[in-house]
């Protein structure tokens, strides 16, 4: 079989140019840095470094602290991706209910997507303040004997917390318009087919957001992998003794904090292949039942 | 094999829109009942609310003798097919028909019989594993049929089901309609603004406007004796002629004409004569002059436009007239005819009240 062949001219590469130039520059570059850097062992002052194969994956990967912040990213993602997963569409679900003064419930709800996760973690540091917190007193008052410096379960609960009242307003938006996206009649439709709200939202309703489901939870998981960097370097810093460490706040912590450089970039570059890892899962496996 | 029972029927939307004003009608077992109205005058409201998809602001629903007025539309046993065919768009054809009675319990056999047999009914037996994307506009629409009859409830509502599809198709799925209706004998109330969808589906209609019913009856006795200006206006295509005209006690005048004929009506009061295009026939003593403005040619028969010389006009347009005639009368444009008619069949309204005066 012959294929068409069009002339070739410059003018299309030109085009692709910038972009291939940026990811390059932003994407490529860095990449590539941190798996030379991975190999690499610099001595303490960094003035000369010595090529040392898989030593740092091998000190690093297996060493106990990077196994348990692996632990807590995953409970701890996987918590805030359910969470502000079902919270944002309960909320979605009854906002779609309302009828009289829809759009002033909706605004609020909305509010919290303006807030800078760094800032989110702030505001979260004053309610949890051991001295002012009024989240710290209420806890205590019922009889919680809560605190986050100490208890490492009362620390993963504060980063829950805040991380998830900041996704959930990103989360409802998108359910929301899911929701409004649904025909009306085809609501009216499964009202005359089946009795149960309940029913019809399980049989109807949700698998018709399945794609907006989809989109947010790849969203969500990569928030909780990345941007919650800047909720828990406000509040808890990954302490009580590194229980809240995630691993991108480990890579952050041993890179710059510690001044470990190759055993920082051996980790992101784990850190790249679990996303990768996660990425196809989500595509080749998910997707593939939420189209119709 | 179901009645359905209408008493005082009101409906004033939240944003105080009165959508139906009172209606009562009493729709027999097996009856194929047809609302038509123009746009806005209730008719899809109406039929929402037998469904249960719309609050009943006043006034009863009863289907055999039970109150519906707050029953979910799940426990009606009525069944919809909607304009835009709502189809689940996530089932494949298969579980659009079997949802319905999935959720009422039935045993899956037997919902595979009923799905398979309504299926074959309605020419979809191949497309049971497809999903609604995958169908056409009319294959949807069967589906949507196919939904409602695996139901066999006890009423069908059809809210102008066929306005999506195109013109050939639609006669198709008319008649398709009318024989599953009469061979089903289930109840059913259709809404259309089609006027020969309404004519030829009913075996009584009912002429809705501004949210109250005009008048119900058969279909051909609606268009031969409208009880008003505006059933008589709304049936029949095309459209009635009207001419404004005036009563002296011996001549039904109307500008420079002079009708003979008419006794019994009304003196100095404004009246409208309407006579339908197809009871105008040439005649060179007839009554009304007319200058040729358009010929339409429809096939069987042709349809001429044209302006009432010398009659009244409503503000400054002439009055316009349709005279429907035979394919082979094909004048002139801008020619004169003479049209004549017969004065016992002409219709004579009061123009205020819209009342029918013979
Ligand atoms: N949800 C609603 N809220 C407020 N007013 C409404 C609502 N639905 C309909 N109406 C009003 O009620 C009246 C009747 O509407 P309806 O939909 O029954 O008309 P219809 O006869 O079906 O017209 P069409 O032939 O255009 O479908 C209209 O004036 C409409 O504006
Ligand atoms: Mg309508």
């Known amino acids: 079989m012959k294929r068409v062949q069009f002339e070739h001219s410059a003018i299309p590469y030109l085009f692709v140019a910038p972009q291939i130039v940026i990811i390059v520059i932003f994407f490529l570059w860095p990449a590539a840095q941190a798996i030379y850097q991975s190999f690499l062992l610099e001595d303490a002052w960094g003035l000369s470094s010595q090529f040392v194969w898989f030593r740092n994956y091998a000190d690093t990967i297996l060493s106990e602290s990077w196994l348990q912040a692996a632990g807590f990213t995953l409970v701890f993602s996987t918590l805030v991706t359910f969470l502000s997963l079902s919270l944002a569409l309960l909320l979605a679900v009854k906002a779609n209910e309302v009828i009289r003064g829809a759009s002033t419930y909706k605004t609020t709800l909305m509010w919290a997507y303006a807030i800078a996760p760094p800032v989110a973690g702030l505001m979260g540091n004053l309610m949890f303040n051991p001295l002012i917190g009024d989240l710290y007193k209420f806890f205590n008052a019922i009889g919680w004997d809560f605190n986050h410096k100490l208890d490492s379960f009362d620390a993963g609960f504060v980063v829950v917390l805040i991380s998830v009242w900041k996704q959930v307003s990103v989360n409802f938006i998108f359910f929301l318009s899911g929701l409004q996206g649904i025909p009306k009649s085809v609501n009216e439709a499964s009202m005359m087919d089946c009795r149960s709200p309940t029913r019809r939202f399980w049989t109807i309703t949700f698998p018709l957001l399945a794609p907006t489901t989809f989109f947010l939870m790849v969203i969500n998981i990569t928030y909780a992998f990345f941007e919650t960097f800047g909720i828990i370097d406000t509040t808890t810093r990954g302490a009580p003794g590194g229980a809240t460490n995630t691993l991108v706040f480990k890579v952050f912590q041993d890179g710059f904090r510690g001044a470990d450089l190759g055993g920082s970039s051996a980790q992101s570059v784990v850190l790249m292949l679990i996303v990768l890892a996660l990425t196809v899962v989500q595509f080749r496996f998910i997707e593939r039942k939420v189209h119709y | ?358």
């Open chain 2, 1 to 358: 094999m179901s009645k359905v029972q209408l008493s005082n029927v009101t409906k004033t939307y939240p944003n105080g829109a009165e959508a139906v004003r009172g209606v009562d009608m009493e729709v027999e077992s097996g009856e194929f009942i047809v609302f038509v109205g123009p746009s806005g005058c209730g008719k899809s409201t109406l039929l929402r609310m037998v469904a249960g998809l719309e609050s009943v602001t006043d006034g009863q629903i009863q289907i055999d003798d039970r109150l519906i007025n707050d029953v979910s539309p799940a426990d009606r046993d009525v069944a919809m097919v909607f304009q835009n065919y709502a189809l689940y768009p996530h089932m494949t054809v298969h579980g659009n028909m079997s949802y319905g009675l999935k959720n009422r319990g039935m045993p899956k056999q037997e919902i595979n019989a009923k799905v398979v047999e309504a299926a074959k009914m309605l020419k979809i037996e191949d497309f049971l594993d497809r999903q609604p994307n995958q169908l056409s506009g009319g294959q949807r629409q069967r589906v949507a049929m196919g939904r409602a009859i695996v139901r066999e409830p006890k009423v069908f509502l059809f809210d102008e089901p066929l306005s999506n599809l195109d013109a050939k198709l639609r006669v198709q799925m008319r008649i398709e309609i009318k024989r599953l209706q009469r061979r089903m004998n289930v109840t059913s109330i259709y809404v259309t603004h089609d006027q020969t969808e309404a004519m030829t589906l009913a075996d009584r209609l009912a002429v809705i406007n501004e949210g109250k019913i005009e008048q119900m009856g058969a279909p051909i006795e609606l268009y031969n004796n409208p009880a008003t200006l505006f059933v008589a206006s709304f049936i029949g295509s095309p459209q009635i002629n009207l001419l404004p005209a005036m009563f002296d006690g011996q001549y039904l005048s109307s500008g420079d004409l002079k009708l003979e004929g008419f006794v019994d009506l009304p003196q100095s009061k404004e009246l409208v004569l309407g006579i339908r295009p197809d009871e105008l026939r040439l005649s060179d003593d007839g009554q009304f002059p007319m200058r040729v403005d358009i010929v339409e040619q429809h096939g069987s028969d042709n349809l001429i436009y044209g302006a009432i010389l010398g009659a009244e006009q409503e503000s400054d347009e002439e009055t316009e007239f349709c005279f429907k005639t035979s394919q082979d009368m094909l004048p002139e444009l801008e020619s004169n005819l003479t049209l004549g008619f017969d004065v016992d069949r002409a219709l004579v309204f009061h123009k205020d009240t819209g009342e029918r005066l013979r």
